[in-house]
């Protein structure tokens, strides 16, 4: 009886973990148009709502980058250290309701972003609809 009952509280214990992954974290971002890895975004919450910023840049040419084609409050703003990804909420296994802006030419998407397994994440921005966008996969750092 006592078998039983450990066996099926380490399963309990395997399933609740593997299934309540959470975005919040480090992850290594990919270009989706070159394969290049550009950098480490941190994920993180605050209040329920989860945001992106950008906590190292891989290209030397761009660590002192500027966004200079940005608006708003994120003008002129050092890349690194942006908060580009903003207002998501988690919706069941989604994240979404949110906005990411593109640094390259300073224009603000609609966002969402889902687990692919506990070690990728999937990133959506888009216009209007989600079928008018682009996607990056990015992959969780190891600790």
């Known amino acids: ?21 959470s975005v919040v974290g480090k992850w290594k971002t990919v270009d989706d ?17 989860y945001y992106g910023k950008i906590v190292e840049i891989f290209e030397s040419q ?3 980058k500027k966004c200079s084609l940005c608006e708003g409050e994120s003008k002129d703003k050092p890349l690194l250290g942006l ?5 998501l909420k988690k919706e069941g ?18 966002c969402y972003i889902t687990l692919e397994g ?5 990133v959506r921005g888009f216009i209007g609809i989600s079928l008018f966008g682009r996607t990056q996969y990015w992959s969780r750092l190891k600790s």
Not at 1 to 20: A, D, E, R
Not at 33 to 49: L, Y
Not at 94 to 109: A, Q, R, S, V, W
């Open 1 to 21: 009886m006592n078998k039983k009952f450990l066996v099926l509280t380490i399963l309990l214990l395997f399933f609740q973990i593997s299934f309540s992954q």
């Open 118 to 122: 506990k070690d990728k994440l999937k």
């Open 33 to 49: 148009e070159t394969g290049v890895e550009k950098g480490i975004v941190e994920i993180f919450e605050k209040d329920g709502v």
């Open 83 to 87: 908060t580009f990804i903003k207002g």
């Open 93 to 110: 296994h989604e994240y979404n309701g949110g906005k990411i802006l593109d640094p390259k030419n300073g224009k603000t998407y609609k």
């Open 62 to 64: 761009h660590k002192n």
